[in-house]
């Protein structure tokens, strides 16, 4: 009897101690900024894509209201996939949006000064410690109005060795212009923009772009909510041969009034060469076939590669559509002919986000890789710049695309030429469509 008096007890101090937990008071300091830290300071923070700060106390407390509305709506943090596991996931939990909830509700206490955990370290505006900054040699006059193509500018940089780069972040010098751009390694065996004028502007098709891309690569890239991309799988990094230069392409807006941009791209060096080497594609797969009829309000677009090497991992994507995009999903098709979805999420072209999955995937030799798109050229889309209209591939956001950016890892000495390989509907000349419906194909067994 006494021992179940005790074990009765005991039972009834852990419901207290349970029932005071839950009672006491939520405060911004010892329950609030740790979540902000976590997942908000990224964007929330002077100089960054988000208007306001969430640094300090007295610049959030404003906002407790709008915070407690965005994250019971789960608009905030910005994340929209629905199936994958990713290790730069921001959602929050649901005992994280109960004490954003609680905290707004109880009158936004701050709390004890001695509850503040320290403050991140920001280095200079940036999100990585850079060991090179790259800027553009000048600024970029952007037109007040009118339709500004994609411009290029080579920056010579001469690397005068080779060097593997772990990290990248690419800023823009005016956000209010800068649509998205990206920072490519041009080597020196290249022809491409090998006549070039450094910092000065060139449109796609001009005289000074010269020769293909081939052997280039994707370093760095910008879209709203990006931030800087680590290369680190495994001991991964990004390769830039002796004598590189690089090319800045940036996807300028007018916004009414003359504005200037000078981006700039910070790189952090691999301390040894790496065994693996991480390739981001620039811009694959990719449906240049895309055609999207007038009203359509599910439009289908599918783009595929196929894997020419041995040895590659899957370990990040980043959708590209445009105003009229709706969702995205990635399919591989194994050589065994198995099936896998790895990723599938809705498209907010406000937050063009790159998920890093949690735990690589292979892709064996001979592996497809589906990219499944839908749109909505409807009247019902409040954002489609007219609905009256069939839609073509084309830069332009009144245009659309659909294309994505997949991260691999693969051997430091593979043939980067050979790692995707162009196939399925990407083969068919523009404006062709690609055939059934991929919701009626691939009854092969799936995994």
Not at 5 to 17: E, F, K, N, W
Request: a neutral charge.
């Amino acid at each position: 009897m006494s021992m179940l008096r005790g074990s009765l007890a005991g039972l009834a101090m852990g419901i207290a101690a349970l029932a005071a937990t839950n009672s006491a008071p939520v405060t911004f300091n010892k329950d609030v900024l740790p979540i902000l830290q976590k997942n908000c300071q990224g964007c929330h923070r002077p100089g960054e894509l988000a208007p306001m700060s969430f640094l300090s106390y007295s610049e959030t407390r404003p906002w407790a209201k709008a915070m407690k509305q965005a994250v019971v709506t789960k608009k905030m943090p910005p994340w929209f996939a629905e199936k994958g596991h990713f290790a730069n996931d921001r959602t929050l939990t649901d005992d994280e949006i109960s004490t954003v909830a609680r905290w707004a509700d109880n009158g936004a206490p701050e709390g004890d000064a001695k509850d503040k955990p320290a403050p991140l370290a920001f280095h200079d505006g940036w999100n990585i410690q850079p060991d090179l900054i790259v800027e553009m040699p000048k600024e970029f006059q952007v037109a007040a109005s009118g339709t500004i193509n994609y411009q290029n500018f080579l920056v010579k940089v001469t690397f005068p060795e080779d060097r593997w780069v772990v990290a990248a972040e690419m800023r823009p010098g005016n956000p209010k212009v800068v649509h998205h751009g990206r920072v490519i390694v041009r080597p020196p065996t290249s022809t491409w923009m090998a006549k070039a004028v450094p910092g000065e502007p060139y449109e796609e098709g001009s005289d000074g772009m010269g020769g293909a891309r081939a052997g280039t690569d994707l370093l760095g890239k910008y879209n709203p909510g990006l931030g800087a991309q680590s290369f680190e799988v495994d001991g991964s990094a990004k390769f830039i041969p002796k004598g590189s230069d690089l090319v800045f392409n940036l996807h300028y807006t007018a916004v009414g009034t003359p504005q200037t941009d000078r981006s700039k791209v910070g790189l952090v060096f691999a301390k040894h060469p790496p065994k693996l080497r991480y390739w981001m594609s620039p811009g694959t797969p990719a449906a240049f076939n895309l055609v999207i009829p007038a009203g359509d309000s599910n439009a289908e677009v599918v783009s595929e590669v196929t894997i020419g090497v041995d040895g590659a991992r899957l370990v990040y994507i980043q959708p590209h559509l445009h105003l009229r995009g709706k969702d995205y999903e990635i399919r591989l098709t194994y050589p065994t002919g198995e099936t896998e979805t790895i990723f599938k999420g809705v498209w907010d072209f406000n937050w063009q986000v790159g998920y890093q999955l949690a735990k690589p995937v292979p892709v064996p030799k001979g592996t497809k890789i589906l990219a499944i798109a839908h749109y909505d050229n409807s009247i019902n889309n409040k954002f489609n710049p007219d609905p009256t209209k069939t839609v073509w591939w084309g830069d332009q956001n009144w245009d659309e695309m659909q294309s994505g950016f997949l991260g691999l890892v693969v051997a430091a000495d593979s043939d980067v030429n050979k790692i995707f390989i162009p196939s399925g509907p990407s083969l068919l000349p523009r404006g062709t469509t690609a055939g059934p419906s991929l919701a009626s194909v691939g009854n092969a067994p799936t995994r």
